[in-house]
């Protein structure tokens, strides 16, 4: 059964940081794009930025320059190091395939809160 364990997030001042990780267990992320997703309150969940195997990024306009997603495929872990933090990033994030490139998500996981306070 595969398990996503989302975690790093908390409570920042706007213009701070936090690294988010997010682990699997019982599948592995190599050969996989990776993404990080994000949902904040009232509102769809979204793709923020994606990793793929190759190791070739991509980010959601508003968090390029800010956001950078890496992976450690040996960890079977992912990353996104937030900078700059804003208001509008509040939301909780969730990691998970690219849902875009496959047929089926892995389960999703318990996701990490991410508050931006201005």
């Known amino acids: 059964q595969v398990q996503l364990v989302e975690s790093g997030g908390g409570l920042v001042q706007a213009g701070g940081s936090l690294r988010l990780s997010c682990a699997a267990s019982?599948?592995?992320?190599?050969?996989?794009?990776i993404a990080w997703y994000r949902q904040a309150p009232g509102k769809k969940r979204e793709l923020v930025a994606t990793?793929?195997?190759?190791?070739?990024?991509n980010y959601q306009d508003s968090v390029k320059g800010r956001f950078t997603i890496s992976r450690d495929n040996a960890k079977n872990t992912v990353y996104l190091q937030m900078n700059s933090l804003k208001p509008e990033d509040t939301a909780v994030y969730y990691c998970?395939?690219?849902?875009?490139?496959?047929?089926?998500?892995?389960?999703w996981g318990q996701g990490t809160q991410v508050t931006v306070s201005s």
């Open positions: 998970n395939k690219h849902w875009g490139l496959v047929r089926t998500m892995w389960d």
């Open positions: 019982g599948t592995t992320f190599s050969g996989n794009a």
């Open positions: 990793i793929y195997n190759s190791g070739n990024t």
